[in-house]
């Protein structure tokens, strides 16, 4: 099956699911799945042929299906795409891909020596910004990187210590594994590997047993660091991503809608150094980071090429999640079990 043609499984039909299967390109939606019926078959209804499964594993098995997207809670990500991986099926799920550096191990022993290509939905990366950001970090006009500052953030709604982000056994944790692994994932892009890892999460506000803020200070070997906090008691909803280098600046802002206009200044500075060039981009239309992953993912397939953001990344990501988390006072076990320990 190419993948121009191939047929596509949603696990998981909630908000996440809905856009991706908006963003599906020449490929074809087949199956739905949801632990909430009516969702599956609201979402089976955009598209001609496509029918509801009530198992996923029967949905990952379909002999039409040549890619799973699994856009389930974090409690379902690592047993669903180890599944279809078995299965010989493609594979994209969401971030964080796991909740914990045990889950994603056991669906990297499955894709070692498997011809199934996973990429996990790390759809930041493809917001136009962050692609003219990396065009210009490419072409040397930062200079030597020194370091990274990241926020990003949301202020929650009335309920939100209620649903399923706050329940430690279905999360695997609170706003760092949510909005932080973004933040990480962006610091790796750009810095490369963090060899120190410090920072602390904790509960502020949310009477929840999992974190509500988290600030991170990454150091790579020669000392580039990056500086990041996410918060889901932010009340005014933010994304501020800035890259310092010896020679100019960049800053990213926004990311469109709730979050504001997506933005990204260059700040070149002059050899007399004071007040440095400065070159605004705005990008006021609909976000097509979606599209952008999938069909770079559909790319993937067709040549056989590793997808940039695949479980490696995703699992270097969550071994910094665990070590704020362990250090925090935080114990995944003791949250799978339901008896937090701080």
């Given at each position: ?20 299967a908006r963003a599906l390109g020449p490929a074809r939606l087949v199956c739905c799945v949801d632990t909430d019926v009516v969702r599956a078959e609201a979402l089976a209804r955009t598209a001609p042929g496509v029918v509801v499964v009530a198992d996923w594993r029967d949905a990952v098995t379909r002999a039409d299906v040549g890619i799973v997207v699994v856009a389930t809670t974090n409690d379902a990500l690592a047993e669903v795409t180890r599944a279809a991986v078995h ?256």
């Amino acid at each position: 099956m190419t993948a121009g043609v191939a047929g596509i499984a949603i696990v998981g039909c909630g908000l996440i699911g809905q856009k991706r299967a908006r963003a599906l390109g020449p490929a074809r939606l087949v199956c739905c799945v949801d632990t909430d019926v009516v969702r599956a078959e609201a979402l089976a209804r955009t598209a001609p042929g496509v029918v509801v499964v009530a198992d996923w594993r029967d949905a990952v098995t379909r002999a039409d299906v040549g890619i799973v997207v699994v856009a389930t809670t974090n409690d379902a990500l690592a047993e669903v795409t180890r599944a279809a991986v078995h299965a010989g099926k493609h594979v994209l799920v969401e971030k964080p891909a796991a909740r914990s550096l045990k889950e994603i191990d056991g669906v990297l022993e499955a894709a070692q020596g498997s011809r199934s290509l996973v990429r996990v939905g790390f759809n930041h990366r493809y917001h136009p910004a962050l692609r003219k950001a990396r065009d210009l970090f490419e072409s040397g006009v930062l200079g030597e990187m020194m370091f990274v500052r990241g926020r990003y953030g949301h202020g929650g709604r009335v309920g939100y210590e209620r649903e399923w982000r706050a329940n430690p056994q279905v999360s695997g944790g609170g706003e760092l594994i949510d909005q932080g692994v973004h933040l990480i994932d962006l610091a790796r892009w750009f810095l490369g590997e963090f060899v120190h890892v410090d920072g602390f999460a904790h509960t502020y506000f949310w009477q929840m047993p999992v974190d509500d803020n988290a600030f991170l200070m990454l150091r790579t070997a020669s000392d580039q660091t990056a500086w990041l906090h996410v918060s889901c008691t932010e009340w005014k909803n933010l994304f501020s991503f800035e890259l310092y280098g010896r020679t100019g600046k960049l800053h990213l802002e926004g990311l469109g809608g709730s979050y504001g206009l997506e933005r990204l200044a260059y700040y070149r500075m002059l050899p007399e150094m004071g007040p440095p060039e400065t070159t605004i981009w705005e990008y006021p239309g609909a976000d097509r980071s979606w599209d952008l992953e999938f069909t770079e993912f559909l790319d993937d397939i067709r040549i056989g090429r590793r997808p940039a953001a695949g479980l490696e990344a995703a699992r270097a990501v969550l071994a910094i999640v665990d070590a704020i988390q362990r250090r925090s006072g935080y114990d995944f076990e003791a949250r799978s079990s339901g008896a937090p320990r701080r």
